[in-house]
């Protein structure tokens, strides 16, 4: 047993003045002011009391006073709280980490497993004491801080109330960085109910709920934190989910499209199931299978004459976790897009652009460097409407509004102007730099991270004649070569600029002549074919791309609209903002289900996403019973967890109890 006082020095010296003042009420004699009566025979009540004339009587025996008394005495005893537990945990600093992510969802506890948590640090949040401060974090893929140190108790009762579900994966770093902020010097407080600054490292308890989903945490350090992992979740609970669904077209069959997705089993025995697919919310197709116990087993439908639409896929099979249960894809048209060839004359460049590759998502309108002048090129530009202007041996006047390539050239304005003539169209080139033509070099390395090079094979390339390119620190070197840097891309505001320092033919003073071998190699329609599709942004794959919950999705949408927007699957429209970049970034993906991205004019989408768990991780519900964080392994807790052990509740109630028993007493005047 050990005491918690709840009240300070000044309100103890006034609580126990209170017996004493009740005490000398009943030494306290009636002082009654005389009256004449014809008789006392209807005053009997008032003779008992007759003899009460002076200040002071003799105490008597009285049953009020012992009820009274007796009440004041468990008021006292009440405020001391009288309590009991394992350890002292007065003043201590707790942190309550929650997991949300979507196996939280899981229902194999009722009702489930995030509510199962939210009940227990409802119950360690009970006991504490009043000099306790606490913070409530919860995490999925990453961390949200729900409430910052506090000793207001409701502040942090709401902030576990607030913590909603998702569908997200699982990442418990980046909250146990938050927590150990707190043993490290340095940390300030959130408000003045809060932690106070601290200048050495203080220890801290934290409460991590969780069903360890997150595998093991590498190098990460405790310090002066205390882990306490308690687990949610049964230790072993069968799952059935899905880890991909796509779109592809079938190039032996025309007109016809495949659906493929991937079924895993997380459970330990044969599962039997059949799969529900919906095409533009009707039902399309069925399909029955099953998967052996830990393996994973694969789904095939086949579309036809379906051009474009959205899919939704249900496995018919009731399990503990429901979200990994449906997946989203969408059939998108092969998006047209517009591309203009400015060449003097190149056979090689123009037939690498009439491929049936090519043909199949870009329009191609080929012209001579007189129509750089034209009125019509300049209308063009300015209403953007090519997607890709390719410039090869020339250069426009002035930048399109919209992605371009240089072979052989270079853009307009290059050079660093002086600050008192610099203008907006001068600032936007500023970085480029470029070499005088030199030559013979060859190809010395490639970038592979960029998709216009990633499958460019340049080893047995001869070039005649290169400058060199380099596009500044915003940019990026694509190609170097003997004598540095060849091709390189960099930003222009919302547009891209791509440059390749060498021409594929070269003028002469008897016409032109090769300047390159590379016309004659198969990576040369290649390289064509990646720089439509890239700086283009044409469309070649049927599925739309897919992200998980909560992750951003780059976004290449036609520099010929400025206004975008996109159309989440419970019907919030967002507006897309153009900015510095070539592509924009949607960032509110943490809704499951299709989103469709419009252009302002446009009835039909010009672009949609799919948004899916697919997480091997998420699907599989089994709890672990130890995390490992670095070098240190911590087991998991007791589900329930031993805390102090409050009494002053039951004495109240007793002295509510005493008093009803008092007011009977008073009322029928009783004495002993």
Known sequence: MNWISALGPLQWLMILAVPPAVLSLYFLKLKRKELAVPSTLLWRKTLEDVHVNSIWQRLRKNLLLYLQLLFLALLIFACLRPGWSGQ????????????????????????????????????????TSADDVGMVIAFSD????????????????NAVESIPTTSRGTDVSEALRAAAGLANPGRSSFDNLSDIMVADAVPATVYLLS?????????????KLKIEYIPIGETKTNNLGILSFAVQRNEDKANKLEAFARITNRGDQKVDFTASLEFDGKLLDASAGSVEAGEEAGLLFELTDTDEGQLK???DYEDALAVDNVA????????????????????????????????????????????????????????????????????????????????????????????????????????????EPKGPIFILDVNRSNSITQFLE??????????????????????????????????????????????????????????????????FPVFVY????????????????????????????????????????????????????????????????????FAKGVEKPVESFCVNLFS????????????????EKVAATSSVVQARQETWRWILLAGLLLLVIEWVVFNRRVFI
Request: hydrophobic share 35%; aromatic share 8%; proline share 6%.
């Open 88 to 127: 002292s945990r007065v003043g201590e600093r707790r942190i309550y980490i929650i997991d949300n992510s979507a196996s939280m969802q899981a229902t194999d506890v009722s009702p489930n497993r995030l509510d199962l948590a939210k009940k227990k640090v409802r119950e360690l949040l009970s006991d």
């Open 142 to 157: 990453r961390a949200d801080v729900r409430q910052g140190f506090t000793k207001d108790r409701n502040r942090l009762f």
């Open 211 to 223: 069903d360890g989903a997150f595998g093991d945490l590498g190098d990460f350090e405790m310090g």
């Open 313 to 315: 896929l249900t496995l």
């Open 328 to 435: 989203y894809a969408a059939i998108r048209p092969l998006k047209q897009i517009s591309v203009l060839l400015v060449t003097p004359g190149n056979n090689a460049l123009e037939t690498a652009l009439q491929t049936p590759r090519v043909q199949q998502i870009a329009s191609v309108q080929v012209e001579s460097p007189t129509f750089l002048t034209d009125p019509k090129y300049i209308d063009a530009t300015l209403n953007a409407t090519y997607d890709l202007v390719i410039f090869d041996q020339c250069s426009p006047m002035q930048m399109p509004s919209s992605n371009t390539l240089f072979i052989g050239s270079v853009p307009p304005q290059v050079a660093t102007p002086k600050p008192a003539e610099e203008s907006k169209e001068d600032a936007k080139n500023v970085g480029w730099k470029f070499g």
């Open 458 to 523: 340049m080893g047995a390339v001869e070039i005649v004649e290169a400058r060199t390119v380099e596009p500044g620190e915003s940019g990026t070197v694509l190609m170097t070569s003997s004598d540095g840097p060849v091709f390189g891309i960099a930003p222009r505001g919302p547009f891209q600029d791509a440059v390749l320092g060498f021409s594929i033919v070269q003028k002469t003073n008897e016409g032109s002549a090769r300047n390159t071998n590379w016309w004659a190699r198969r990576s």
């Open 530 to 597: 990646s720089a439509v599709e890239y700086l283009g942004g044409g469309v070649t794959e049927s599925s739309s791309p897919s992200v998980q919950p909560g992750w951003p999705i780059g976004l290449m949408l036609s520099s010929r609209f400025q206004d975008y927007r996109v159309v989440a699957p419970d019907g919030q429209t967002t507006d897309l903002v153009r900015g510095d970049e070539s592509r924009y970034t949607f960032t509110k993906t943490d809704e499951m289900g299709i989103y469709q991205v």
């Open 616 to 631: 091997n991780r998420e699907s599989d519900l089994t709890v672990a019973d130890s995390v490992k964080m670095g070098y």
